[in-house]
């Protein structure tokens, strides 16, 4: 099943760090992951130097999925085209064509 993941709370570094990150280094996840979408503060990860930003780019190109961070988000933190290299910032019509594009069968908000 193809997925994309939605992250918007609060206890994202822990699902990312504990669960989803090591599952998908491991070649455990289970699913097909095309793309990731981080709102609110969960932008930061994205930052130079911040490890899950380093994790989540490292692996987004080795197992070709998208990283996207809400570009609103990223302009009231401040932050808007600081993020790691291949990360897009974008809106709600932007995560539709690429969800479509990638074929996903399924979001999950976490």
């Known amino acids: 099943m193809k997925v994309i993941y939605v992250f918007q709370s609060p206890t ?4 990312l760090e504990k669960m989803v990150i090591p599952q998908i280094e491991r070649g455990a996840h289970g699913a097909e992951l095309v ?9 930061y990860f994205f930052l130079p130097e911040h490890p899950i930003g380093e994790k989540m780019t490292r692996l987004a190109s080795k197992h070709d999925f998208f990283l996207m961070c809400c570009d609103y988000c990223c302009e009231q933190r401040q932050i808007s085209g600081r993020l790691y290299p291949g990360v897009n910032e974008g ?20």
Do not use: E, M, W
């Not at 994202?12 to 699902?15: G, R, T």
């Not at 793309?35 to 932008?43: A, I, S």
């Open 12 to 15: 994202s570094a822990i699902i």
């Open 35 to 43: 793309g990731v979408f981080f709102f609110h503060d969960n932008v």
């Open 91 to 110: 809106c709600f019509p932007d995560l539709y064509q690429r969800a479509q594009k990638s074929g996903s069968q399924q979001v999950i908000t976490l």
